[in-house]
């Protein structure tokens, strides 16, 4: 990671924290977007967690 040459160890976290969360909030919507349409009720689980995420991140970008 060239670019963090340059940053302190906080700043360094605070970016591996944001692609960590960037990176799983991407896999579980595509998760979520690839489940059946119809007649399955595994779309709650990942709904709920895709949410978590999002809020996660969300929060996250408001606070650094």
């Known amino acids: 990671m060239v670019m963090m040459a340059g ?3 906080h700043e360094r976290k605070v970016v591996l924290e944001f692609c960590h ?3 799983k909030s991407k896999q579980l919507f595509n998760g979520l977007r690839d489940l059946p349409q119809y ?3 595994q779309w709650q689980g990942y709904f709920g967690r895709t949410f978590d995420v999002y809020t996660k991140l969300w929060k996250f970008q408001q606070q650094h």
């Open 7 to 9: 940053m302190d160890d």
């Open 21 to 23: 969360l960037l990176e």
């Open 39 to 41: 007649g399955h009720k």
